[in-house]
């Protein structure tokens, strides 16, 4: 809030020698006619452009005609005036009787102006230092009864206080070297003699369960000390809180003792559920073999008593077994459901559009010493393919692996078009088929630098025989390949 410097000034009669000629407020950059009659630069320059008149004298004038006052210069800055923490903001005024002399919001008492919000009356708690308008901002700036933010407010921060400074520092009053008045001094809200400002505002009013307020600086000290915001920590788990939520936290603290109702015993707010669920002996608990049929119940203490009972003992075993048995035939009979279920949607999908292989390599041993072996050729909408494995790899990184590809005959490629195909190339496992090796993959034919596409290291050779893979000299390879989609060159392949 902003104190008017009229305000501010002790002999309110001054004011009359030192208003403007126009708007009668005090002059902020005196400036004078020839005549010598006084007028704020603002007014008067306004003046000027509709009439090149003095208001007063009616003498002829221009803005280059107008010259400073330094008498009234000085004079203004020699004003005894009252520190703005003498005041504080009462009720507002609808209006101010042109003879009242109470102290307000206009420029003097007797000006007769109209003022609906602002009604400045004297702080019986606040400075009653006196100093001449020149030296105002020096005492203000270092003034015990200013406010200042409380730092444990919840909606202070430091570049509040920052500003508050700032403001404090760059609104005060003073007359600079051109001869310019600020006139007005800011003034914070009202204060009782506590030191902390009251207000009216219903808005405020609703901020007060949220921040303290503005606090006079020689009572800070004393504030914190009290503060309803101040810092405190719980007795139980050390966390910090605001004092005014302390007692809330702790009657909901997780870390707060408290006695279960069945052992009496004291445990931590967080930790009785898990007590009660886990180790309270007190607590009435059903056997661990519930589930298979025995239905004792007990207290928690007791448990070791029952399982140790040689009775209970063989009739949980039995439970036991009966429900295993009932698991694994449940298991078995899911798996074959499943298992039944993926190969019908298999064939279904391959019935559609697929393509089943089974390649069978016979004479293992002889196949080896080629190094080389490829399948018959089959055509998928077009294309020529074949399978193709290198018994020691393709590559000096794949020696001692068996590689295996599905070619194109690029030769016999249908031009413009190419194929999007989902396939897998199995090593059958002749001795458990759960144990054989599948590759997966998703291939663009042609493929752009290459014939084919497949695994360098599908299986190591040493693992063909050893593990089951080679039955009476015979391998068996088999493929399902899935066309996902049909492709011109203009196309985009679909997402791998």
């Known amino acids: 809030m902003e104190v008017p410097i009229e305000t501010l000034i002790i002999d309110q009669e001054l004011i009359k020698e030192l208003q403007c000629g126009i708007c009668l407020q005090l002059l902020n950059t005196p400036r004078q006619c020839q005549n010598g009659h006084l007028f704020d630069l603002s007014c008067i320059t306004t003046s000027l452009k509709k009439n090149k008149q003095c208001p007063i004298c009616r003498c002829s004038l221009s803005s280059k005609e ?31 009787p042109t003879t009242e002399k109470s102290i307000s919001s206009s420029s003097s008492s007797s000006l007769g102006s109209f003022h609906d919000d602002e009604n400045w009356i004297i702080d019986d708690g606040g400075c009653d230092h006196i100093s001449t308008f020149e ?68 808005n405020e009013n609703e901020k007060e369960n949220d921040e303290c307020g503005m606090i006079r600086k020689k009572d800070l000290e004393n504030h914190y000390v009290n503060c309803p915001f101040r810092p405190t920590l719980c007795k139980y788990c050390e966390k910090q809180f605001c004092f005014k939520l302390i007692d809330d936290h702790i009657e909901n603290c997780d870390m707060k003792p408290q006695t279960c109702d069945l052992c009496l015993v004291s445990i931590i707010k967080k930790d009785m559920e898990s007590h009660l669920s886990d180790s309270c002996p007190s607590k009435l608990i059903d056997c661990p073999y519930s589930h298979f049929g025995c239905s004792s119940k007990f207290t928690r203490d007791n448990l070791n008593n029952h399982l140790e ?20 035939e449940d298991f078995v009979k899911e798996l074959e459901e499943k298992e039944d279920k993926i190969r019908r949607l298999e064939e279904a999908l391959l019935a559609s559009n697929g393509h089943r292989i089974e390649w069978k390599i016979k004479n293992v041993s002889k196949q080896r010493s080629d190094k080389y072996t490829q399948s018959e050729s089959f055509i998928i909408n077009g294309f020529t393919f074949f399978l193709a494995l290198f018994w020691d790899g393709d590559t000096s990184e794949s020696t001692g692996f068996v590689s295996t590809y599905l070619f194109l005959e690029t030769s016999k490629a249908p031009k413009g078009k190419a194929l999007f195909l989902h396939y897998f190339i199995e ?31 599908a299986i ?35 997402q791998r």
């Open 309 to 328: 009972n040689q009775t209970a003992m063989s009739q949980h075993l039995k439970f036991l077994l009966l429900q295993q048995t009932k698991k694994e």
């Open 135 to 202: 030296n105002l901002e020096t005492h203000q700036n270092s003034c015990e009864f200013g406010f200042d933010q409380c730092k444990y407010s919840s909606n202070n921060s430091s570049s509040n206080n920052k500003n508050n400074n700032n403001n404090n520092n760059n609104n005060s009053n003073s007359i600079n070297d051109n001869g310019n008045a600020n006139a007005n001094a800011n003034g914070n809200s009202s204060g009782s003699n506590s030191g902390i400002i009251n207000n009216n505002n219903n």
């Open 66 to 96: 107008l010259s400073r006052s330094l008498f009234v210069e000085k004079h203004i800055r020699n004003l005894k005036v009252y520190c703005k923490y003498h005041y504080k903001k009462g009720e507002p005024l609808v209006m101010v």
């Open 460 to 494: 190591k050779y040493t693992s063909l025989e050893k593990d089951g893979f080679i039955k009476d000299d015979t391998l068996i390879i088999r493929s399902d390949i899935l066309v996902k989609k049909n492709l011109w060159s203009i196309d985009v392949a679909p």
């Open 427 to 457: 090593f059958q496992n002749q001795r458990d088929r759960n144990q054989s090796i599948q590759k997966e993959f998703d291939v663009l034919f042609p493929i752009k630098g290459g014939q084919g596409w497949g695994d360098r290291k």
